[in-house]
């Protein structure tokens, strides 16, 4: 800490500070039009001015020394700011001022006694209302820059730049065109740091500015992505007006993604399900919450009657909070009499948890992200966290752009691989060769730990003897990755001081999915990069807000809370002395095992909470047919999805925005959930729906009553999360689990003195590379990868009820010039597309960004039937489906 004196009175400042910081600290409050706390200054509008050790200076540019005297309140001073601000204003049109204005400026004018009549410009620039986020009046820019810097030093598109000469700069499109054509990402950050009201968002209205909101706010945590960012939802009439960013959101820092700062159109969407739905015949009619329940309890009640409590399923939702999938498992353990509970993690990290577990000894990453940016070189492996986690995108791109090394393995050119040192390309399926080859090199070169690998980590010998046998020259052949390439990759990441691993889907999502968890941990092992300071471990990136906790709270057929496995006796016993109720002892079915049992009869009821399993669930037309096949089917959804289509009572619910709770991000932080509004109609909270069923089976659960109560529940019942509340969140805002300790903190890196394994050593994996489920032929020549776009998210439910719609109207794919013209594809055209399993419509994008032989499209409109296509293949060791490797064959579909 460094000592200043501010107009005569001592401050206490961290050494680095700025001026304008450490006055801030004091309570003085400058003006300060080009400076946002997210950004670097720049001190180009000189309206901070003050007199530092008797010289005139920026206090945003003006770093803060010791001993400092620091004058801000004289009238000389007064008036040079004053005079700065009016030269700003004068080139401004007299609305820029008005009365109703909420703009930063506005605010500040008014404040300083500064009217429109000081504002002569004329105006007439021609607005852009081409967006549907984003509305830019040109009239009202003075060229502070801090759009052009938030969207390049923050976002890292650099999508915006200043135009013009003198008094005519402006901002505009950095392509020249329509601000909707350009190459902006809608993340909102512009219009959140524009102090004139320049850049403003469409219909958010008065209040919603950099200014200060005159409505409600609520704080809450997304509920799109894993990410987990802090967002401040401005509530005026009962409605949502605008949803912001938290500049001190402990994740995102003041940022957000398109998804989260607009995409809350879903919510007065007409489409919207108000009341409960019940068959009658062939149609699905409404009726009242009471009759809903009954009919519910009564079937399910029935079902245990005549085939026992193992003919009752249930699909928790990574979409729900923890509360309410801690209360769904436990509804269906205690009150049903089954472990069948499973939720959609199995679709896509359970190879995680498997593999992680396996490793180190828990399922969640091993450090946080603000650790995992601190390293000087990134691994980032089946992963686009610039579309499907753009705030991750964002800081990981800002990261290597300051320098970290950073090396890619992706399939695809997209994202961050534009910007990587190395980009590794794969063909789908070879990722466990790939990182055999990278450990050979490492092995090899020296370029491990051994100090770490004698005293904590068991399984050298063994990978070592394996890893021979994959020399970059043959993994070469088997990957179609340069040897190289592989050779560069491996000694960037073994010479790194602090490296970190970063992955997604395209790591979990195949047939051996575990096994390529496992072999990418190999790498943070050798290097002795986990549980040290000596880098920053393995990290996946959740593609859901809670499917990290979902799994947490125990929505698993073979585990409880906490993890607990369901076939100790030990575990059962805590559980049920937390209770008060037997628990079954037999492990459930997984997702794939209950579509099997309904097909063939043994399954008879299936509650499916918040997830449209005929859009996201892998080969559709089984999936279809076991909802069919099934006696009785529930489904509670904010829509009419497919999958309700097929229920035969559909519970409406409450989304994200409209109920409490927690979720837990992807780097393993707790944080709260809060109703800004309330659900339409009858909607209710999926927490209040299972409640109301249990009651109506006989399973009243005083102990849960609310949320609250659910999650003090669960501290007794999970060592885990012992030490967790809503009392201690609303406090702390965010902690990480482990946390058994209410008193203490909770653990942000794990594995510092020990591995959670039973012998508390890391497990290197020698497991072999065995060939993916699909390979192409004649018949089927291309393998087809499917993911997420920057625009939507998932099945596109609540994306498609939006303005994002008008950013991405349709699923594409993604095919490479060489294929379309082998197979007769042109740009923008339909073409149909067949696999081994089905077929689906989407429109060609031609270009680089495949490799040839390979295709690429998204899945969020279910029309375009695109999980019609993928296989029934799924990991060997938990279930989750292959979905990156589909053998197709595309043929043109403008005739069809």
């Known amino acids: ?74 009238d000389d001073l007064r008036e040079l700011r004053r005079a700065a601000v009016e030269v700003i204003v004068s080139a401004l049109p007299p609305r820029a001022l008005a009365a109703g204005n909420p703009s930063e400026l506005a605010h500040l004018c008014r404040s300083m006694g500064i009217g429109p009549e000081t504002a002569h410009g004329s105006g007439g620039r021609e607005a852009d209302a081409s967006h549907p986020y984003v509305h830019l009046d040109p009239d009202l820019c003075i060229a502070c820059g801090r759009c052009v810097r938030m969207c390049s030093d923050v976002q890292g598109t650099f999508a915006l730049t200043l135009v013009g000469r003198g008094a005519d700069t402006v901002v505009a499109p950095g392509t020249g065109g329509p601000w909707a054509e350009s190459d902006c990402v809608s993340c909102g950050g512009c219009v959140d740091t524009c102090p004139t009201g320049a850049i403003s968002e469409p219909g958010a209205g008065r209040g919603i500015t950099t200014g200060v909101p005159t409505a409600g706010v609520t704080r809450t945590t997304c509920g799109y992505c894993g990410v987990g960012c802090s967002l401040d939802v401005v509530v005026r009439d009962a409605g949502v007006a605008a949803v912001l960013p938290a500049r001190d959101g402990p994740v995102n820092h003041g940022h957000a993604c398109v998804k989260g700062r607009f995409a809350h159109g879903y919510l007065t969407s007409p489409d919207r399900l108000t009341r409960p739905l019940m068959r009658r015949g062939e ?40 509360e309410e999938n801690y209360l769904f498992q436990k509804f269906m353990r205690t009150v049903v009499g089954t472990n069948n509970i499973d939720n959609c993690s199995r679709l896509c990290h359970a190879p995680s948890a498997a593999g992680l577990v396996a490793s180190f000894g828990l399922s969640g990453g091993t450090d946080t992200f603000d650790e995992v940016e601190q390293a000087d070189c990134l691994l980032v492996v089946g992963a686009n966290p610039v579309e499907a986690h753009p705030v991750v995108g964002a800081r990981l791109l800002q990261r290597a752009l300051g320098g970290a090394k950073l090396v890619v393995a992706d399939p695809r050119a997209v994202g961050l691989a534009l910007q990587a040192d190395v980009h ?3 063909r789908p399926g070879t990722n466990v060769a790939l990182f055999h080859a990278l450990a050979h090199v490492l092995i090899a070169e020296g370029l491990v730990d051994e100090r770490f690998l004698r005293d904590r980590a068991v399984g050298l010998p063994e990978l070592t003897a394996l890893v021979a046998d994959y020399p970059p020259e043959r993994v070469a052949g088997i990957t179609g990755v340069p040897a190289a390439d592989l050779i560069s990759a491996a000694r960037m990441y073994g010479r790194a001081q602090r490296p970190a691993i970063v992955y997604g889907l395209g790591v979990t999502e195949h047939l051996h999915g575990t096994d390529g968890v496992r072999s990418l941990a190999n790498l943070a092992i050798l290097r002795g990069a986990v549980g040290t300071d000596r880098g920053f471990g393995v990290n996946p990136l959740r593609g859901q807000n809670n499917v990290q906790g979902a799994s947490d709270m125990g929505a698993l057929p073979d585990l409880l809370p906490g993890y607990g496995k369901i076939t100790d006796p030990a575990v059962r016993a805590r559980a049920e002395a937390v209770w008060g109720l037997p628990v079954p002892a037999r492990p459930g079915l997984r997702i794939p095992e209950m579509f099997a049992a309904a097909r063939s009869g043994a399954l008879r009821a299936l509650w499916v909470m ?37 229920a035969d ?80 969140l609303d406090r702390e805002g965010a902690v990480a689990w482990p946390c058994p300790d209410p008193d203490g903190p909770g653990t942000a890196k794990l594995y510092r003195e020990r591995f959670a394994t039973p012998d508390g050593l890391a497990h290197l994996a020698a497991v072999p590379y065995l060939p993916p489920g699909e390979e192409p032929d004649a018949d089927y020549p291309l393998i087809l990868v499917t993911g997420r776009s920057w625009a939507h998210y998932n099945s596109g439910s609540m994306t498609r009820r939006g303005g994002n719609l008008g950013l991405d109207a349709v699923d594409h794919i993604d095919v490479h010039p060489d294929d379309a013209v082998r197979h007769g594809i042109r740009d923008g055209r339909p073409v149909t597309v067949r696999s081994r399993h089905g077929r689906a419509r989407l429109l060609a994008r031609v270009g680089p960004r495949t490799s040839p032989g390979q295709v690429f499209c998204t899945f969020h409109f279910p029309a375009s039937g695109v999980n019609r296509l993928t296989s029934g293949h799924v990991d060997t060791l938990t279930s989750c489906p292959e979905y990156k490797v589909t053998a197709v064959r595309l043929t043109d579909g403008t005739d069809e």
């Open 424 to 426: 590794l390309r794969p």
């Open 610 to 646: 918040g997830e449209d399993v005929c859009a996201t669930d892998p080969d559709t037309e089984n999936v279809v047919r076991a909802l069919d096949a099934c006696p009785f089917v529930v489904c509670s959804e904010l829509f009419l999805s497919e999958t309700a289509e097929h």
């Open 283 to 322: 149609r699905l009619e409404p009726v009242s919450w009471d009759t809903a329940v009954r009919h519910v309890a009564e079937r399910l009640s029935a079902a245990v009657a005549s085939g026992g409590p193992d003919a009752v399923a249930a699909i928790s939702s990574a979409r729900a909070t923890n």
């Open 1 to 74: 800490m460094i000592r200043i004196e501010v107009d005569g009175t001592g401050v206490d400042v961290p050494a680095g500070t700025s001026l304008l910081s450490a006055l801030r600290a004091a309570g003085v409050r400058l003006p300060a039009l080009c400076s946002d706390d997210r950004l670097g200054p720049v001190g180009s509008c000189r309206t901070c001015l003050v007199r530092s050790d008797g010289r005139l200076a920026a206090a945003c540019v003006t770093p803060a020394t010791h001993g400092n005297r620091v004058e801000t309140a004289s």
């Open 649 to 728: 009572v559909v519970l409406p619910a409450a989304s994200w925005l409209e109920k409490d709770g927690t979720f837990v991000n992807f780097d393993r932080r707790f944080q709260r959930v809060r109703p800004a509004v309330a659900p339409p109609g009858e909607a209710r909270s999926d927490f209040d729906a299972v409640r109301a069923v249990s009651a109506a089976m006989g399973g009243g659960d005083p102990a849960c009553a609310t949320p609250a109560d659910a999650l003090a529940e669960c501290a007794r019942l999970a060592p885990l999360f012992a030490g967790l509340s809503h009392a201690r």
